[in-house]
């Protein structure tokens, strides 16, 4: 098998949905800055994210809500009757200078990796993961939705049977209606009960699973759901690639959801699907903390490698992490030292609940 590819692109660096807003945080260019401070990201599987031009995205998205997302990019501002209808220019999904130009770069990465993968092979590409957008308006700090932009690709360039699994802490109801009724494509999703979009209530069909889990998730209770939801569920569909989307927000320290997971809990996730299907595709998703997003998802890219992660990070890689700032918010005030010096969390075990019990048996 050839060496996974890194889909990445220097538009998110320095880009920005806002000073107050969640997504003002650097994401990918620091995984992208810690893995190659690793030694991780040679050149040669380093690929350049192409931007994905309005009528690639018709596959999906409709041509009206494409020419009003360019529009405002370049007017900087929408009208009343856009926002209304097409949720731009909201507190989540803001005008902002590249607010065209960078979801149709995370966009076409994902197209790109659909070609890429037509012969099997791995591909990672952070910066995709927005699962929110619907074909007509933006949605969940998502503009375009490059997950269900990326299943297409995969479907086009050959894959048959589709697994999407998406542990992001909150519900992918962009895919979910994408995909519902298309019997090609399994959907399982782990997320946060009660969280924005408030969708993805329990229950279970041959080819969507949604399992909301209560706060304070932790390792131990999401091994289960693994080994016994997302692990068997895959295997039986006998998929032809799978598409993880690894949303960094389940983490205890993120600010935008309540669950327990250390990195650990997604690294296991990713450890265990390599070699489930003969294409695999991981992207990014949410993740809210610099810290805890960059560690993260550079740990992603070393499990597809089969790094070894090492308990210090050396002196360069370090130097990335202390550069990251979290400014307006109370967990960047007294960062705490691992996240300087180390990617890897220690484990947060803990006991298996009898409410996660019960949600499996009602699956």
């Not at 979801?103 to 910066?127: C, D, Q, W």
């Not at 519900?171 to 090609?184: I, L």
Request: net charge negative; charged share 20%; proline share 8%.
């Amino acid at each position: 098998m050839t060496r996974p590819l890194f889909i990445g692109s220097e538009i998110y660096r320095g880009s920005s949905y806002g000073s107050w807003h969640p997504l003002r945080v650097p994401r990918v260019s620091t995984v992208i800055d810690l893995s190659r401070a690793m030694g991780w990201l040679p050149n040669d599987v380093y690929v350049p994210s192409p931007r994905a031009k309005p009528h690639a995205l018709t596959i999906w998205h409709t041509p009206e809500y494409l020419s009003a997302l360019h529009n405002a990019e370049a007017a900087q501002s929408v009208s009343a009757e856009v926002k209304a209808r097409h949720g731009l220019g909201t507190p989540n999904n803001p005008v902002f200078a590249e607010m065209y130009r960078r979801p149709a770069t995370a966009a076409g990465g994902s197209l790109l990796a659909g070609e890429l993968l037509r012969n099997g092979g791995i591909v990672y590409h952070p910066a995709g993961g927005t699962h929110h957008a619907m074909p007509d308006r933006a949605g969940g700090f998502c503009y375009l939705n490059d997950p269900v932009l990326a299943i297409l690709a995969l479907q086009r360039n050959g894959a048959q049977r589709v697994a999407y699994v998406d542990i992001d802490a909150h519900h992918p109801d962009g895919v979910e209606v994408a995909f519902a009724d298309d019997p090609d494509v399994l959907m399982i999703s782990v997320h946060e009960d009660g969280l924005w979009p408030r969708t993805g209530g329990l229950g279970a069909t041959d080819t969507l699973v949604n399992v909301p889990v209560p706060r304070n998730l932790n390792d131990d209770e999401m091994a289960l759901i693994r080994d016994d939801v997302i692990l068997p569920r895959v295997v039986a569909f006998k998929p032809d690639a799978i598409v993880l989307q690894c949303g960094a927000d389940g983490v205890e320290e993120d600010p935008q959801a309540h669950l327990s997971l250390s990195n650990n809990a997604h690294w296991d996730i990713v450890r265990a699907l390599i070699g489930m299907a003969p294409r695999l595709l991981v992207l990014g998703g949410g993740g809210y903390n610099p810290w805890s997003v960059g560690r993260l998802w550079t740990g992603v890219w070393a499990t597809l490698n089969g790094h070894d992660i090492p308990n210090r990070v050396g002196t360069e890689a370090e130097d990335v992490l202390r550069a990251l700032r979290f400014d307006g918010n109370r967990r960047g005030k007294n960062p705490s030292e691992h996240w300087f010096t180390t990617l890897q969390d220690s484990p947060r075990t803990g006991p298996i609940r009898n409410e996660i019990r019960d949600i499996l048996n009602r699956l």
